[in-house]
T-cell receptor, first 113, second 115 residues
Framework: QQQVKQSPQSLIVQKGGISIINCAYENTAFDYFPWYQQFPGKGPALLIAIRPDVSEKKEGRFTISFNKSAKQFSLHIMDSQPGDSATYFCAASRDSSASKIIFGSGTRLSIRP | GAVVSQHPSWVICKSGTSVKIECRSLDFQATTMFWYRQFPKQSLMLMATSNEGSKATYEQGVEKDKFLINHASLTLSTLTVTSAHPEDSSFYIC???????????FGPGTRLTVT
C-alpha cells in the first residue's frame, strides 16, 4: 500500500519531442505528489508538485496530469531538450512537513539531439 | 530560497572508523530532516526521520546504533556512520522541510567510500 510504481524504467526521446513518465499509487491517504529531477552525483531537485484537488498543473514545459479515481499521475515534458536528460522520480506523501516521501523507482530519461 | 547544504561532499575512510556527515538548511528553519541512502541506479531509500530536539525515527532494517542521527538545532542535522564497513559505501542524501510546508528540499549528497 505504501508503494509508488513508476514506468518506464528508461526512456529515449528525440529533441523537441514529448517525454511522458507514469506513476501509480495505492494509498488513498496520499495527498501530495511531487516530482524530482536528479543529475548524476547530485541530490534530487523538486521539479513540480500537485495536490489532488486539481487534475493538472503546468509550470513552463513541465505538466503533471493527475487522475484521482485511477490513482495515477504522470509527468509530461514538452519540447524536450538535451539538458532535460536526467533521472526523474515521482513520489507521494501526506501533505505535511513531517511526512515521509515514498519514491518511485525512477526513470532515466535521455534526450537525443 | 530553500537551500540545503551537506558537508563533506565526498569522504573516503578506512574500515572500522566513524564518519560524520552534516546537513544544514541555509535559509529556512528545518523542523523535520530526513536521511536517505542511494545505491547506483536505484531510488532513494529513507533511513530515518528526525525532528529538532527529539530522537530520530528509523525505518525498518536500519541499525540505529550504526547510523547515529542528531538534529540539535533547526538548521543542523548530523549523520554519523559508526564502525564503517565497505558495504556502507553509498551516496547519502539529506532533505529538510519547513513547518507547515510539505515540500522537501534535498542536499547535494555525500559520497562515502569505505576502504
Amino acid at each position: 500500500q505504501q508503494q509508488v510504481k513508476q514506468s518506464p524504467q528508461s526512456l529515449i526521446v528525440q529533441k523537441g519531442g514529448i517525454s511522458i513518465i507514469n506513476c501509480a499509487y495505492e494509498n488513498t491517504a496520499f495527498d501530495y505528489f511531487p516530482w524530482y529531477q536528479q543529475f548524476p552525483g547530485k541530490g534530487p531537485a523538486l521539479l513540480i508538485a500537485i495536490r489532488p484537488d486539481v487534475s493538472e498543473k503546468k509550470e513552463g514545459r513541465f505538466t503533471i496530469s493527475f487522475n484521482k479515481s485511477a490513482k495515477q499521475f504522470s509527468l509530461h515534458i514538452m519540447d524536450s531538450q538535451p539538458g532535460d536528460s536526467a533521472t526523474y522520480f515521482c513520489a507521494a506523501s501526506r501533505d505535511s512537513s513531517a511526512s515521509k516521501i515514498i519514491f518511485g523507482s525512477g526513470t532515466r530519461l535521455s534526450i537525443r539531439p | 530560497g530553500a537551500v540545503v547544504s551537506q558537508h563533506p561532499s565526498w569522504v573516503i575512510c578506512k574500515s572500522g572508523t566513524s564518519v560524520k556527515i552534516e546537513c544544514r538548511s541555509l535559509d529556512f528553519q528545518a523542523t523535520t530532516m530526513f536521511w536517505y541512502r542511494q545505491f547506483p541506479k536505484q531510488s532513494l531509500m529513507l533511513m530515518a526521520t528526525s525532528n529538532e530536539g527529539s530522537k530520530a525515527t528509523y525505518e525498518q532494517g536500519v541499525e540505529k546504533d550504526k547510523f547515529l542521527i542528531n538534529h540539535a538545532s533547526l538548521t543542523l542535522s548530523t549523520l554519523t556512520v559508526t564502525s564503517a564497513h565497505p558495504e556502507d559505501s553509498s551516496f547519502y542524501i539529506c532533505s529538510a522541510s519547513d513547518r507547515g510546508r510539505s515540500e522537501q528540499y534535498f542536499g547535494p549528497g555525500t559520497r562515502l567510500t569505505v576502504t
